[in-house]
Nanobody, 115 residues
Framework: QVQLVESGGGLVQAGGSRRLSCKSSVSLFSLSAMNWYRQAPGKQRELVARVTTGGTTDYADSVKGRFTISRENVKNSVDLQMNSLKPEDTAVYSC?????????WGQGTQVTVSS
């Protein structure tokens, strides 16, 4: 079983930055990838960014060039640096992993971007 705990959400003005962190209860090397998703009110959950064990990253088109996902192997955590935030980035951000064939989710952290 995997516990995921996110932190770093809050209120930020448009154009500002925010850094989210997701701490895993298991070693990152036990996980094929760690993912950040978000869900805005009335919208479907979308994959924002992913980083694999090998360090390969992938981003949604809407955040490319603004968001950066990074692994902190010693801390068993994955960070999401969000720059140039827009009101449309407002959402609950959750981290996700697949471990031994099961999906695990954190509790989510709210990011609100004011215009």
């Amino acid at each position: 079983q995997v516990q995921l705990v996110e932190s770093g959400g809050g209120l930020v003005q448009a154009g500002g930055s925010r850094r989210l962190s997701c701490k895993s209860s298991v070693s990152l090397f036990s996980l094929s990838a760690m993912n950040w998703y978000r869900q805005a009110p009335g919208k479907q959950r979308e994959l924002v960014a992913r980083v694999t064990t090998g360090g390969t990253t992938d981003y949604a088109d809407s955040v490319k060039g603004r968001f950066t996902i990074s692994r902190e192997n010693v801390k068993n955590s994955v960070d999401l640096q969000m720059n140039s935030l827009k009101p449309e980035d407002t959402a609950v951000y959750s981290c996700n992993v697949v471990f031994v064939g099961k999906n695990y989710w954190g509790q989510g952290t709210q990011v609100t971007v004011s215009s």
